[in-house]
């Protein structure tokens, strides 16, 4: 088969990025005036590519990020499992230097390989990964979509990333993000590997 090219970007900015606030999949919030300036210069860049399909998390800012895209009637489907890792009970709230020890602790936890481990009524890095693994799948078996545009969110991209890349869930924050940052991604047929790492030159154009 040919290489399939895979287009990974993060969600623009939002205001609750800017405050501090803790989203995740039960935040289901909208883009910013920035985050819209960030997803517009982005389409600017790459519209002219010949995406084949666009797939998002079913949360609005994702959509919002790629709406240029969309409005180019360009086929697109919406998948749960690209949907933000649920931080619990925090959903929604400013972190306080008191959250800010357990929220360090859970990662610190994550950092030694407990991927198990939740904030309360949260999800852990295994159960993103677990509902991650039938897109992973419908990447591999749609091998006409040749290049792909695929937007979500900051920690699970990085799950996502380790899971394509074959890489321990302990190493996610290896994975830098940031707003509208994008990862280019190629498949072989057999192994995904990263053609362009945290690339934001799109948000200097013009």
């Known amino acids: 088969m040919s290489v399939k090219k895979i287009y990974l970007?993060?969600?623009g900015q939002t205001d609750f990025n800017v405050a501090g606030i803790v989203q995740g999949s039960g935040v289901d919030s909208d883009l910013n005036e920035?985050?819209?300036?960030?997803?517009?210069?982005?389409?600017?860049?790459?519209?002219?590519?010949?995406?084949?399909k666009v797939y998002t998390s079913t949360l609005k800012r994702t959509h919002q990020s790629?709406?240029?895209?969309?409005?180019?009637h360009l086929p697109h489907e919406e998948h749960s499992g690209l949907n933000e890792i649920s931080w619990g009970v925090r959903e929604g709230l400013r972190i306080t230097p008191d959250e800010d020890?357990?929220?360090?602790?859970?990662?610190?936890?994550?950092?030694?390989?407990?991927?198990?481990?939740?904030?309360?009524?949260?999800?852990?890095?295994?159960?993103?990964?677990?509902?991650?693994?039938?897109?992973?799948e419908l990447l591999r078996s749609r091998p006409e979509e040749e290049t792909v545009l695929v937007?979500?969110?900051g920690r699970a991209m990085r799950v996502l990333?380790?899971?394509?890349?074959?890489?321990?869930?302990?190493?996610?924050?290896?994975?830098?993000?940031?707003?509208?940052?994008?990862?280019?991604?190629?498949?072989?047929?057999s192994m995904f590997s990263v053609n362009s790492f945290l690339d934001v030159t799109h948000l200097n154009e013009c």
């Open 9 to 11: 970007i993060r969600h």
């Open 34 to 52: 920035a985050g819209h300036r960030q997803a517009a210069r982005f389409f600017a860049v790459y519209q002219q590519l010949p995406f084949d």
């Open 66 to 72: 790629v709406q240029g895209f969309l409005d180019l």
């Open 101 to 136: 020890e357990e929220y360090h602790g859970v990662l610190q936890q994550w950092q030694r390989g407990e991927t198990h481990a939740r904030l309360l009524g949260g999800e852990s890095p295994d159960e993103v990964a677990a509902r991650q693994r039938p897109f992973i």
């Open 151 to 153: 937007c979500m969110h």
């Open 161 to 189: 990333l380790c899971q394509l890349l074959n890489y321990p869930l302990r190493c996610m924050d290896s994975f830098e993000h940031r707003n509208l940052c994008l990862y280019k991604l190629h498949y072989t047929g």
